[in-house]
């Protein structure tokens, strides 16, 4: 069982940006498909970005395309999201995933991702 760690959220105003992390809480011999969702209060889970193992295919939800961006970091299994322009729309609690399974890239689907982080809080004041 793998434990993803998320950091790098808070308060911001809108219009700044924020860099999220997420590692394995120990350390790993498998690469994984990785993604960020966020949940808002009140709402479903909803899909941020996605990124393949190698970090060469990445995919983005609408709402936040051209305005954040998911890469891979040095370390195995440890991703970031820059988050630019950020709106208060973009608050919620934002959750790194990664896909247990052989699969290169997961997508948008939470179902396909095994291990979960606990989240990190991002607040976007208007």
């Known amino acids: 069982q793998v434990q993803l760690v998320e950091s790098g959220g808070g308060l911001v105003q809108a219009g700044d940006s924020l860099r999220l992390s997420c590692a394995p809480s120990?350390?790993?011999?498998?690469?994984?498909?990785m993604a960020w969702f966020r949940q808002a209060p009140g709402g479903e889970r909803e899909f941020v970005g996605a990124?393949?193992?190698?970090?060469?295919?990445?995919s983005y939800a609408d709402s936040i395309k051209g305005r954040f961006t998911i890469s891979r970091g040095n370390a195995e299994n440890t991703v970031a999201l820059q988050m630019n322009s950020l709106k208060p729309e973009d608050t919620a609690v934002y959750y790194c995933?990664?896909?247990?399974?052989?699969?290169?890239?997961?997508?948008?689907?939470?179902?396909?991702?095994?291990?979960w982080g606990q989240g990190t809080q991002v607040t976007v004041s208007s």
């Open positions: 120990r350390r790993t011999n498998v690469r994984y498909a």
């Open positions: 995933a990664a896909n247990g399974g052989s699969m290169y890239y997961a997508g948008n689907d939470p179902s396909r991702y095994d291990y």
């Open positions: 990124i393949s193992k190698s970090g060469l295919a990445t």
